[in-house]
T-cell receptor, first 112, second 110 residues
Framework: EAQVTQNPRYLITVTGKKLTVTCSQNMNHEYMSWYRQDPGLGLRQIYYSMNVEVTDKGDVPEGYKVSRKEKRNFPLILESPSPNQTSLYFC???????????FGQGTRLTVV | GQQLNQSPQSMFIQEGEDVSMNCTSS?????WLWYKQDPGEGPVLLIALYKAGELTSNGRLTAQFGITRKDSFLNISASIPSDVGIYFCAGTYNNNDMRFGAGTRLTVKP
């Protein structure tokens, strides 16, 4: 089954404690991206990757890092989380940048 | 970045009614997509539009890519309770990244 898998689904952490949210897709897609969803703001892109070892900033990259060492994986790293990073995060993949995006189920992160 | 203005923000309708929502921008977009997000899930694609003027249906859903390439609408006919969710428009421009609207939250009363 074609899917995008994110882990964990829920995470509560403390300010400053480094965390990683994993994302994996099994569709051999080149393009992957991370979004955060906040009430009234829709989905805002954090980072995207057009292929292995090619990543770039989206609209709201501050406080986040990503890596793309393999085609299927695109982890999101918060080196020093802060409460304003409390949000619902989605990973997405697509064949190319402007084609249908398949989303993971989301990771609800709370930073206290 | 390019902004998408999606309206309305929320809708409360009776089962059986038709629904219409739209997205507009001051910029030209090459692709328009409509997604639905069920509670606790990620968005799922409903309809993709790739040409100006294109009108596409998917069951009770119909979407159009505006002639000016600056807008798109989504209609849902004869709504049912499972239509409840958040609907997002998304657009791509200049072959760059995708922009999302803020979403329309739909509530359907039985």
């Amino acid at each position: 089954e074609a899917q995008v898998t994110q882990n964990p689904r829920y995470l509560i952490t403390v300010t400053g404690k480094k965390l990683t949210v994993t994302c994996s897709q099994n569709m051999n897609h080149e393009y992957m991206s991370w979004y955060r969803q906040d009430p009234g703001l829709g989905l805002r892109q954090i980072y995207y990757s057009m292929n292995v070892e090619v990543t770039d900033k989206g609209d709201v990259p501050e406080g986040y890092k990503v890596s793309r060492k393999e085609k299927r994986n695109f982890p999101l790293i918060l080196e020093s989380p802060s409460p304003n990073q409390t949000s619902l995060y989605f990973c997405a993949s697509s064949l190319r940048m402007n084609t249908e995006a398949f989303f993971g189920q989301g990771t609800r992160l709370t930073v206290v | 970045g390019q902004q998408l203005n999606q309206s309305p923000q929320s809708m409360f309708i009776q089962e059986g009614e038709d629904v219409s929502m739209n997205c507009t921008s001051s910029s030209i977009f090459n692709t328009w997509l409509w997604y639905k997000q069920d509670p606790g899930e990620g968005p799922v694609l409903l309809i993709a539009l790739y040409k100006a003027g294109e009108l596409t249906s998917n069951g009770r859903l119909t979407a159009q890519f505006g002639i000016t390439r600056k807008d798109s609408f989504l209609n849902i006919s004869a709504s049912i309770p499972s239509d409840v969710g958040i609907y997002f428009c998304a657009g791509t421009y200049n072959n760059n990244d995708m922009r999302f609207g803020a979403g329309t939250r739909l509530t359907v009363k039985p």
